[in-house]
């Protein structure tokens, strides 16, 4: 995947309203081809001056595109920051991918009680019922004994369509 640039985006959906709102582009870390260059076409001393003046550059980008590189994680958080920013929004709730799930970004959205959800990694562990498990071993042991708090939630999507889907909340603790 190091291939494919990184893009993270922010769109606000709810029944009056389906728009884009930003977007986060990021080329592919490329630190270790990089680093893999400048260490190949090391030379010890560098006679002319042009020389050294050319490996000073090249140093100083290298060390300009580490520090400018994000984590997708990073990138969620700027964006949300920005939009926070920015101004109110119709309402909708926040929702996001376990790919950009993280510490910071949780606490930055419940910061102003907005409300949002996000979907786990399955290898994700979690403290249930006393205990450190794994989201899917979770799951599993929902569908064999459910709480009576889970139900059928009716949804239906912006074409008109209904879909149920089983759903109970709950706070847990997640490592990490």
Not at 74 to 83: D, N, T
Not at 150 to 170: C, I, K, M
Request: glycine share 4%.
């Amino acid at each position: 995947m190091s291939h494919y640039p990184t893009v993270v985006t922010a769109v606000i959906a709810n029944r009056e309203l389906l728009d884009g709102l930003a977007v986060r582009v990021q080329e592919p870390n490329s630190e270790e081809a990089e680093r893999a260059y400048l260490q190949m076409t090391a030379q010890t001393p560098y006679k002319p001056l042009d020389h050294a003046r050319q490996r000073v550059l090249e140093l100083l980008q290298y060390h300009k595109n580490r520090l400018s590189y994000r984590h997708r994680t990073e990138l969620a958080v700027a964006l949300v920051e920005h939009l926070e920013a920015e101004g109110p929004c119709p309402p909708a709730a926040y929702a996001f991918d376990h790919g950009v799930f993280s510490f910071p970004l949780s606490r930055l959205i419940e910061g102003p009680a907005t409300p949002w959800v996000s979907e786990l990694a399955c290898s994700r562990q979690l403290l249930w019922e006393g205990q450190g498990c794994r989201v899917d071993a979770v799951a599993a042991q929902l569908r064999t004994d459910p709480p009576e708090r889970l139900r059928a939630l009716p949804v239906t999507d912006r074409t008109g369509e209904s879909n149920a889907f089983w759903v109970f909340t709950t706070a847990v603790r997640l490592k990490t």
